[in-house]
């Protein structure tokens, strides 16, 4: 199974209890859509190995971790095994997004071109620090340019050709 197809919704942080309950840290925008009784997981081992399809039973909520109750997993012992494993669903099972929203995994290795057709480089990260994300776009040449995802700047996201056109505010470059 290719991972690259994968999106991470959570990890397993810990157990809870002696009934076989796992301890979730989100790592999701939806977690009240991923983490729903019924709903079925994909767990992957740390460092590599075959991933073990789990089926939610119950699911708690507490100070923004998840508890879950794994169908078929009854005590501490059948799940402790999974401490450190990585939760995550198919690509096809993504939550669509509003205009104007992307997914990190279609933003990241975009290229950024100017609207004068300039190229400046690809998207190698996101940061968000406060009201906006910037997005970090490794040049060929150069220091690192950090592009405010404002409208002003952004000012066009074709996913498909994964390219972004913008416009350079002064001081930007």
Same mark, same amino acid.
């Given at each position: 199974?290719?991972?690259? &197809?994968?999106?991470?919704?959570?990890?397993?942080?810990?157990?809870?209890?002696? &009934?076989?309950?796992?301890? %979730? !840290?989100?790592?999701?925008?939806?977690?009240?859509?991923?983490?729903?009784?019924?709903?079925?997981?994909?767990?992957?081992?740390?460092?590599?190995?075959?991933?073990?399809?789990? #089926? %939610?039973?119950?699911? &708690?909520?507490?100070?923004?971790?998840?508890?879950?109750?794994?169908? @078929?997993?009854?005590?501490?012992?059948?799940? #402790?095994?999974?401490? @450190? !494993?990585?939760?995550?669903? &198919?690509?096809?099972?993504?939550?669509?997004?509003?205009?104007?929203?992307?997914?990190?995994?279609?933003?990241?290795?975009?290229?950024?071109?100017?609207? #004068?057709? #300039?190229?400046?480089?690809?998207?190698?990260?996101?940061?968000? $620090?406060?009201?906006?994300?910037? !997005?970090?776009?490794?040049? $060929?040449?150069?220091?690192?340019?950090?592009?405010?995802?404002?409208?002003?700047?952004?000012?066009?996201?074709?996913?498909?050709?994964?390219?972004?056109?913008?416009?350079?505010?002064?001081?930007?470059?």
């Amino acid at each position: 199974m290719a991972e690259e &197809r994968m999106l991470n919704v959570g990890k397993i942080v810990n157990t809870h209890g002696i &009934r076989g309950e796992v301890k %979730i !840290w989100p790592q999701t925008d939806f977690p009240d859509v991923r983490f729903r009784t019924g709903n079925r997981l994909l767990a992957f081992p740390p460092g590599g190995g075959d991933p073990v399809e789990l #089926e %939610i039973q119950s699911v &708690r909520e507490q100070s923004s971790l998840y508890y879950l109750k794994l169908k @078929g997993f009854d005590n501490i012992n059948d799940v #402790e095994k999974f401490k @450190g !494993w990585e939760l995550k669903v &198919r690509g096809e099972e993504r939550v669509p997004l509003e205009e104007g929203e992307y997914y990190v995994q279609d933003i990241v290795g975009c290229a950024v071109v100017t609207e #004068e057709g #300039e190229e400046l480089g690809q998207i190698a990260d996101i940061l968000s $620090p406060g009201a906006n994300d910037v !997005w970090i776009v490794k040049r $060929p040449k150069g220091k690192e340019l950090l592009l405010p995802v404002i409208d002003d700047v952004v000012l066009d996201v074709d996913i498909a050709a994964k390219t972004v056109k913008v416009r350079l505010m002064e001081g930007l470059l």
